[in-house]
Nanobody, 117 residues
Framework: QVQLVESGGGSVQPGGSLTLSCAASVSSFSRYRMAWYRQAPEKQRESIAYITNTDTTTYTDSVKGRFTISRDNAKSTVYLQMNNLQPDDTAVYYC???????????WGQGTRVTVSS
């Protein structure tokens, strides 16, 4: 069973920055495709960034140029650096791990990000 623990959420003013972390308790972390999703109030959960096991990254348009996803396989951790945060970025952010060998998908418990003045 894979466990994912997110941290780093909080409140920030528009234009500010936060870095989210997601620590995975799993062997062979490097084979997982890791992703960040978010769910804003009264909206569906959306994928915003993912990173493959070969470090290829993909972003949704709304965060391109502002957010950066990265991974440290030695620490079994994935990060989301978020810059120039805006009120529309307010959401609960979830870490997701996809096992490319088994097709299993795992979720963290979420961390809340609030952007307001």
């Amino acid at each position: 069973q894979v466990q994912l623990v997110e941290s780093g959420g909080g409140s920030v003013q528009p234009g500010g920055s936060l870095t989210l972390s997601c620590a995975a308790s799993v062997s062979s972390f490097s084979r997982y495709r890791m992703a960040w999703y978010r769910q804003a109030p009264e909206k569906q959960r959306e994928s915003i960034a993912y990173i493959t096991n070969t470090d290829t990254t993909t972003y949704t348009d709304s965060v391109k140029g502002r957010f950066t996803i990265s991974r440290d396989n030695a620490k079994s951790t994935v990060y989301l650096q978020m810059n120039n945060l805006q009120p529309d970025d307010t959401a609960v952010y979830y870490c997701n791990a996809f096992d490319v060998l088994t097709g299993q998908r795992y979720w963290g418990q979420g961390t809340r990000v609030t952007v307001s003045s």
